[in-house]
């Protein structure tokens, strides 16, 4: 379901921008991710690939165990997702597990982005936007991968 922004959502969209300049710092894909919770941040996560040697270490999916270890539940009812980067299939599979409220995305993924190639995946009742940031986070990766080549 598409939802609409709101102005808190720039808010949040900042401190996962800052998280993904984090990750860009580290020579980590430049993700971040912010879980909110009634207004209040209960997990931030950028992307620790590399620094991990884990492909599961993306942002979302530590963020929501993060989430879930400081709401001591595995559900995250009520919360929203602020991510820099449109989840991947992957993460979007681990969001509807969650069965995450809200989904907020700066920049779109034209490869792996699940709305384009696997909405199904997430949970029925996520509601989910694009929006605030979206051309500082997809400069922010555009200038990541021009750096790598």
Known sequence: MIGK???????????????????????EIPVGAVIVAGKQVIAK?????ETLNDVTAHAEM???????????????????????????PMCA???????????????????????????SLLHPRTEVCQGPLQTEATQLIKDFFARKR
């Open 45 to 49: 996560a950028h992307n620790l690939t």
């Open 5 to 27: 922004i709101d102005f808190s959502d720039q808010y949040f969209m900042q401190m996962a921008f800052k998280e993904a300049q984090y990750a860009y710092q580290k020579d």
């Open 93 to 119: 599979g681990a969001l509807a597990w969650s069965q995450i409220s809200r989904i907020v995305y700066a920049a779109t993924d034209e490869k792996r982005g699940c709305m384009r190639h696997s909405p």
């Open 62 to 88: 530590l963020a929501i165990t993060a989430a879930t270890q400081t709401l001591g539940g595995k559900y995250l009812n009520d919360c929203t997702l602020y991510v820099t980067l449109e989840p991947c």
